[in-house]
């Protein structure tokens, strides 16, 4: 870098600290600083940084960002506090409208190049980042929850194969507990979102079973918890945990175990489950736990299991979305680069991550499996967006208990259905 140029970095530093205050820059760097509230710890922390470090190198800005799995309680605290970061990572679209509607975000008209997101996103991940008619985020990665998780190894010991079908799945898991291990691995901890784990079945399970336009119906509020459908969703949820050894440790295992490393117990050379319920994204702790597993040999995945033949290619999925509290020019800079295929593909080769960007190559997928999940998330026939997700705040954690509640005790359930369809009153009125 040249003098010149250095020289012209330093005075761009010291306007935008007069026109946007010290968040804009490092308070001893000569650069602008982006700050960045999100969820990704770990590998995925580790990613991110990966996935912005070419930024960084082009632009000169610094991207400060701070991971934490309780981020939506951090971020609360600080917007409460007149200290938001400059971008966040908002968990669901319901935090998103929440902020919005709030005036605490700020519009992305002037950050991207919307007609050119057209051409690279699907209309609904872009329409599920707009509130009100104005673009107020865009995805980071997205992932694929309709899976069931293997051990291909573990399977063909046995000469079982996974099912395809939700009366396979019932026969196969009886067979399996006959054979003294518990089919499943169900993880239902996650500090204070505890219970979404099981918000992830029972969405899968209404997609499958009543389809797209219940799901619709229910996840905006207009369904009411106790109708047949979602009743019926429940108790069918009800015939894998509420069923006696169909579980890896029963209700104290569910409620105990974290869910990210809940699918563990799949690998051992004595099997402790042989199938888990979980996102796209559950590879990364895979490897975390085992760095020597190979995807496609020493796991897998099925499709969500079929219950009704006319909703058979209906996916669920979720993604990361970022917004912005502080519209500076370096924090908008980002969120346009990060929309790009260039950045959507760094992470996707790393693993753990699929892009909603149309634009990233398979090739880039760092396995057949993960190459298998990307077009999967293309191919999709119908896509729904994770129902809890899209619920109001209230609504969202009534849900996450109530899977706490019925995973403890499932005879409480016209109870549980009552409780939520009280909260449903309340929250969507």
Known sequence: MSGA???????????????????????????????????WTGSERDSF???VAPFEQRTGIRVDYQG???????????????TPPDLAVLSSPGKL?????????????????????????GASWVRLGAVDGKQYAVFVKASVKSLIWYSPKALAAHGWTPPGSWDQLNTLDRQIAGAGVPP???????????GWPGTDWLEDIVLAQSGPDVYDQWASGALAW???AIKRAW?????????????????????????AGSGNSLFGRQPGCYFEHAASFITDYYQQGDPQLKAGEDYDFARFPTIDEGFKDTEEVAGDLLGMFHATPAAQQLVAYLTTPE???????????LSPNRQVPTTVYPDSLSRRLGQLLVDARAVRFDASDLMPDAMQSAFYRAVLAYANDPSQLDTLLTDLDRVRATVYA
């Open 184 to 194: 499943w691995c169900v993880g239902l901890e996650s500090s204070s979102a505890s």
């Open 5 to 39: 140029d250095r020289w012209a970095r330093a005075c761009l530093a010291l306007l935008l600290v007069a026109l946007f205050g010290p968040t804009a820059c490092s308070s001893g760097g000569s650069g602008p600083v982006v700050h960045v509230l999100g969820t």
């Open 68 to 82: 934490s799995r309780d981020s939506d309680t951090v971020l609360a605290d600080r917007v409460d506090n007149g």
């Open 235 to 259: 108790q069918t949820w009800g015939d894998v945990v509420a069923a006696k050894g169909l579980v890896r440790g029963d209700s104290r295992g569910m409620l105990l175990t974290d869910f």
């Open 97 to 121: 409208v929440q902020y919005a509607r709030a005036g605490r975000l700020a519009p992305l008209d002037n950050a991207l190049d919307l007609p050119g997101m057209a051409a690279q996103y």
């Open 49 to 51: 940084r990966a996935m």
């Open 226 to 228: 106790n109708s047949p």
């Open 343 to 353: 950045a959507q593909q760094i992470w996707v080769a790393r693993g753990g991550a």
